[in-house]
């Protein structure tokens, strides 16, 4: 077994790219291989690849030939939701006929559209004897687990263990049509974008190095969703002209904007509370991250967009758009944050290195396709708990292995 790991990259877009700016931080992996339907835009990221010397990758258009290179150890899955199923079927049935030989798989958010999908994935991934890490990047951003780690070990032995994460991610909309389409992004911003609260707010109140379905179980969820901006019809309009009239919606809007509250009982027996907020709808500097964990006598915060570095461009000045200074950047002048470097920040390169270790070493990843699952149940319970305006029971006395959100199915309207 060498002690350096072949990665793969399939899905060819827009998380691709940050993956590899995020190996430039993992010593012992080369990415060897991209994976995409588009070829212009799998020749890009191998051409990045090349130029950040994080790998010599050869490009292929299909997934099963890709597995059976002998250079590939690992994948990494960055494919849209909607083929999500169809990549990993492909991949686990090489593994499995012994045409490919991997040693694990990593998979980014959200799991599934549906806890039947997510469920699957895992099946099929643990009957092909892989090991497996669910892509959360948010549970390895460097800022939440330092704090993350600070309050357990200054704040929670003292005083005891916190009681209330607060985590949101805001931006003002995604960059690609199928995000927009509850069918096949499999929901609105909840889906896309409440994932990551929902795993940052167990993470927070989870100590330490110990198991976050140990040490919280879910009892209930509360939740509200809607659609604030792109339902007006002027803001609707403006994205049949972006992505085509596939995106309408005057007829079938998601919810651009969401918040769940999650009650959970802790390793002490105490109830503990995450609360999680998101939207497309914030129109600031762009992607804003923010995470809270209060405790009896302590509290932290994080915030991404509270920089270190700032520029300051008069209005003498009409910059170009970009995303050079903060992702889903909306201004190019005035006072802008500035994140030097984004993949290091939002925890990317942190999330790789952990993966890449644990695979050499043959160990499951501390955050793992289960968490994926979980995580999955949760925003499923959320949905319900919004269509239904009830709050959702999380103890197993509710199915939500068949549920399929209103907003997944094109059926949701907005309350008037
Ligand atoms: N962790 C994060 O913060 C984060 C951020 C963005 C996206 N994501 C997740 O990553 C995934 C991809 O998102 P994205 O923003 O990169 O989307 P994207 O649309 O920019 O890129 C998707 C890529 O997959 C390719 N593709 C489509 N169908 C394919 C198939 N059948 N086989 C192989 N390749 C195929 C497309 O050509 C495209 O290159 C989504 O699940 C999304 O939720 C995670």
């Known amino acids: 077994m060498s002690n350096r790991l072949g990665v793969a990259i399939v899905g060819s877009g827009f998380i691709a790219e940050f993956h590899v700016r995020a190996f430039r931080g993992v010593r012992d992996a080369d990415v060897v291989a991209v994976g995409g339907r588009n070829q212009e835009t799998v020749q890009r990221v191998c051409d990045l690849a090349r130029e950040l010397r994080v790998g010599d990758p050869v490009g292929y258009a299909d997934v099963r030939e ?74 390895f951003a460097p800022g939440v687990t330092r704090a993350h780690e600070l309050v357990w070990a200054r704040g929670a032995s003292a005083a005891g263990s916190p009681y209330l994460a607060r985590c949101a991610e805001e931006h003002s909309g995604p960059h690609r049509a199928w995000f927009w389409q509850g069918d096949k992004q499999g929901g609105g911003v909840l889906n896309d974008m409440m994932c990551h609260s929902m795993e940052a707010g167990r993470f927070l109140l989870t100590p330490p190095g110990v198991d976050m379905a140990q040490w919280l179980t879910p009892i209930s969820v509360d ?107 909306n201004a190019e002048g005035g006072l802008m944050p500035v994140l030097p470097d984004e993949p290091g920040a939002y925890g990317y ?15 499951p990843p501390a955050e793992s396709l289960h968490d994926g699952l979980l995580v999955t149940r949760l925003l499923m319970g959320a949905y319900r708990s919004a269509q239904e305006g009830r709050r959702v029971d999380l103890t197993g006395a509710e199915d939500l292995d068949h549920f399929t959100p209103d907003v997944a199915q094109g059926t949701w309207r907005p309350r008037g």
Do not use: C
């Not at 970009?322 to 950047?329: H, I, N, P, R």
């Open 66 to 139: 890709l597995v059976r290179d002998p250079a590939v150890d690992a994948v990494w899955i960055t494919t849209p939701n909607h083929v999500r199923l169809e990549t990993v079927r492909a991949i686990t049935e090489e593994v499995r006929s012994g045409r490919a030989r991997l040693r694990g798989i990593a998979i980014e958010k959200p799991l599934g559209r549906t806890v039947a999908e997510a469920a699957e994935v895992v099946r099929l991934v643990e009957e092909a004897g892989l090991l497996h890490g669910y892509l959360e990047n948010q549970v």
């Open 223 to 329: 939740a509200t969703i809607a659609s604030l901006k792109w339902s007006r019809p002027a803001y609707a309009d403006d994205l049949v002209q972006r992505y085509g009239p596939e995106v309408d919606y005057r007829r079938s809007p998601s919810e651009d904007y969401a918040r769940a509250t999650v009650v959970y009982r802790n390793g002490d027996g105490d109830e503990v509370i995450v609360e999680g907020t998101t939207s497309w709808s914030y129109v600031g500097a762009g992607l804003r991250l923010t995470f809270e964990l209060l405790g009896p006598e302590y509290a932290m915060s994080v915030n991404s967009l509270d920089t270190e570095a700032k520029v300051f461009l008069s209005r003498e000045i009409a910059g170009k758009p970009g995303e050079d200074l903060v992702e889903k950047q």
């Open 349 to 363: 390169t942190e999330e790789n290195r952990h993966m890449v270790t644990r695979f050499l070493d043959g160990v």
